[in-house]
């Protein structure tokens, strides 16, 4: 009955849902409201992407063309991790978009790899100095994720102790067995024990015999392993005269009553031919007992750090600890190295760059990663000398090189003939006349794909890379203004604020008093002319405006600045701010100017 049951709701189900099961046996379709057929039309259309994950920036693909030099002058600097030397510090330079952190993490992964079948152990840790930006939170992520790694490694090694001591059970049950067999077998001699099967004299001569051979006791039948039965009768014998007499001849004798390795040959029930503790460090099972728990004593002995609370050294003593508990070489890979360079200064490259004078274990090495060429002129020198030992820089795409990206990721996002012949060419275009971005291009082209899917378009085409271009324009904006300091907003919210107004060729001193008034009404520091100067060229350079130099003659120069972004756009993610929100009238602002 149960078998017809699990048909019949077999047969309910609806195919093709990509590893959703449903039962509609049970479902209640009464209600129209509730299923007013939003994503039915947008699923009924084919999809155009085989796996869009290789679009994104996140992805490391399997192999990255025109990137040869730079991956391979990497690998024969890190080859020394795998020969347990330290490798060389290398920086790595580039603008946005040129493979350095996706080469980097190739190389990195390659590294691992190697270093796991070679049995040597090596360590990469990755962090993104744009989001990880203080010397606290580096320690501290990396003092967690080595201390992570640890309580990894000591549960693999408690494993295998414990494997051990079960080899041990084992073998001494068969000591045991064997033990107890020999006995059996002696008593069916009149408990005689003879060196040479045809020996057989009277009982006194055999008693005799093997009394002056053997000496035996009642130790060597109490089923004890050799290794922990061998001069252990009188209890002063040393440990390594244990180990030999039971390590090495022990697997040799049936037991400790002086039968040799050719009567135990011709046993059946001889024992296993090694000891379990004959190639290991340890002499008895008490050695490993103890081993174990100062492996958990160790583990418990870790402490994770907390995200803020602790002082800096101590972070950093935890870190330390962490890094030097096993024999290994670490590579710290440090992306947007710059930002954290800016935000925090040059404390953690020093004291990242001088750990190996101090750590016994283990090894350090740093792998920075930045955009910006010139950051290490602002580091203290004894850092940049240590830090920057060998340097790599990786050019911009051209237009070519672009495309041959852009090919190879295509096959495997894509579905077949999803692509028309102008739109891999279209996006290389706009992106090299973006330096060479190659995170541009695929943007471009990821973008493009979700618009014609979004449109149930069958094919990718010209139109949908223009459209996306658009789409990015608009979005980079957003982003950008989004993340700018409060100062930097409210100088950019009274640019607006000018242009709203009709105001044109606005100047330096129209945008100050206009932003004086800002910063009262939320209450904010008011900055310097000079300094808000510096902040209109921030944002020229960011391209949010266009500020020019114009000469006045005898009445000197001053910059004429216009907005070069969408006003209402700007002016919408600026008030999404909760500072700036709080601003309710502005337009009084703009007319108090007007009047003065």
Request: with cysteine.
């Amino acid at each position: 009955m149960s078998d017809d049951n699990s048909e019949i709701t077999g047969s309910d189900e609806v195919e093709g849902t990509s590893g959703f099961s449903t039962d509609f046996e049970n479902a209640d379709l009464g209600d129209d409201e509730s299923n007013q057929g939003l994503f039915d039309d947008l699923l009924s259309g084919e999809p155009i992407f085989e796996n869009k994950e290789v679009l994104r920036p996140s992805y490391t693909p399997h192999e990255l063309p025109h990137r040869s030099d730079q991956i391979n002058k990497m690998a024969t600097i890190l080859v020394a991790a795998l020969r347990g030397e330290t490798p060389s510090n290398i920086l790595i330079y580039g603008k946005t978009g040129t493979g350095k952190t996706a080469s980097a993490k190739f190389v990195s992964k390659e590294l691992e790899s190697t270093s796991q079948k070679y049995s040597v152990p090596c360590d990469v840790e990755y962090i993104n100095c744009e989001v990880t930006d203080t010397q606290y939170r580096v320690l501290a992520q990396l003092a967690n994720k080595f201390i992570e790694k640890n309580k990894a490694r000591i549960d693999d090694r408690v494993a295998e102790l414990e494997s051990l001591l079960d080899d041990l059970d084992e073998y001494d049950a068969d000591a045991a067995r064997h033990s107890a067999d020999v006995t059996e077998s002696g008593d069916g001699a009149n408990d005689q024990t003879a060196t040479d099967p045809f020996d057989f004299v009277s009982s006194e001569e055999t008693e005799s015999d093997t009394d002056i051979s053997t000496g035996t006791d009642t130790d060597a039948m109490s089923g004890d392993s050799p290794l922990e039965a061998g001069g252990s009768s009188d209890g002063s014998a040393d440990p390594a005269d244990s180990r030999s007499s039971g390590a090495e001849n022990g697997p040799a004798n049936v037991d400790d009553t002086g039968a040799g390795r050719d009567d135990a040959a011709t046993d059946s029930t001889a024992l296993p031919p090694d000891h379990p503790l004959e190639s290991t460090p340890f002499e008895t099972r008490a050695e490993v007992d103890d081993r174990i728990t100062a492996l958990e004593d160790d583990k418990d002995s870790f402490e994770e750090v907390p995200m803020t609370g602790w002082p800096t050294d101590r972070v950093y003593s935890v870190f330390f600890d962490a890094v030097d508990y096993d024999e290994r070489v670490v590579v710290i890979m440090l992306d947007e190295i710059d930002k954290l360079v800016e935000k925090s200064g040059d404390d953690t490259l020093y004291n990242l760059s001088r750990m190996n004078s101090e750590l016994e274990n283990s090894r350090v090495s740093i792998i920075g990663i930045s955009n910006d060429l010139k950051f290490t002129d602002f580091l203290d020198p004894r850092v940049k000398s240590s830090l920057g030992e060998e340097e790599i820089v990786f050019p911009p795409y051209d237009a070519n090189q672009l495309r041959d990206i852009l090919k190879h990721r295509s096959e495997v996002a894509f579905k077949g003939n999803a692509l028309s012949d102008d739109v891999i060419p279209l996006c290389a275009a706009f992106a090299a006349q973006e330096h060479g971005d190659a995170r541009r291009a695929l943007d471009l082209l990821r973008t493009a794909g979700e618009l014609a899917e979004r449109s149930q378009a069958e094919t990718i085409v010209e139109e949908h890379v223009r459209q996306a271009q658009d789409k990015i324009e608009l979005d980079r904006v957003v982003e950008v203004v989004r993340t700018l300091p409060t100062q930097s907003k409210l100088v950019l919210f009274a640019i607006i604020l000018l242009e709203k107004n009709g105001v044109h060729s606005i100047n330096t001193g129209e945008v100050f008093n206009i932003y004086k008034r800002l910063c009262e009404e939320i209450d904010a520091d008011v900055l310097t002319q000079r300094r808000v100067t510096d902040l209109i060229s921030e944002l020229d350079m960011l391209g949010i405006v266009n500020a020019v130099v114009v000469s006045k003659g005898r009445y000197g120069r001053t910059k004429e600045i216009s907005l070069s972004v969408p006003l209402e756009e700007t002016e919408a993610v600026l008030l999404s701010d909760s500072r700036l929100s709080d601003i309710d009238d502005v337009q009084p602002f703009v007319q108090a100017r007007f009047e003065n």
